[in-house]
């Protein structure tokens, strides 16, 4: 309707390509379903961001400049993840090894070894008391 609205005035016959008007709206009702689905993981941040703050009648530079600063937080974030479990990783690996080294040094010392892990686990009262 709007595209026939728009060829008889500005068009002289239906042949002119003068263009299409297209009638966008948004099939989310509330900035509440937009905030629900993005806080689901369902929609990401460069479609909720833009949704609410249009809703709010934000300036599309506004709206650009509010996803670069989401998208800038998240990446940053994901980084921060990615370099934690980097560190737990190594911090694991590096507790492997002493425990390796030192079950190593234990039977590497023959019953001499044994027996200081004997009298530790004796002295220690969480551990078994033995003989």
Do not use: C, W
């Amino acid at each position: 309707m709007l595209t026939a609205a728009y060829r008889d005035i500005y068009g002289t016959d239906s042949t002119d390509d003068i263009g299409q008007l297209q009638l966008l709206t948004s099939p989310i009702s509330s900035t509440e379903e937009v905030l629900h689905l993005y806080s689901g993981g369902l929609v990401p941040a460069e479609i909720a961001v833009p949704s609410v703050l249009n809703a709010i009648g934000a300036s599309k530079e506004e709206i650009e400049a509010a996803v670069q600063r989401v998208v800038a937080e998240r990446t940053q974030k994901e980084e921060f993840a990615r370099a934690d479990r980097q560190r737990n990783d190594e911090d694991h690996e590096m507790a492997m090894k002493e425990r390796k080294a030192s079950i190593r040094a234990a039977d590497a010392g023959g019953p001499s070894g044994n027996k200081a892990l004997e009298k530790k686990a004796s002295t220690d009262k969480t551990g078994p008391k033995v003989g």
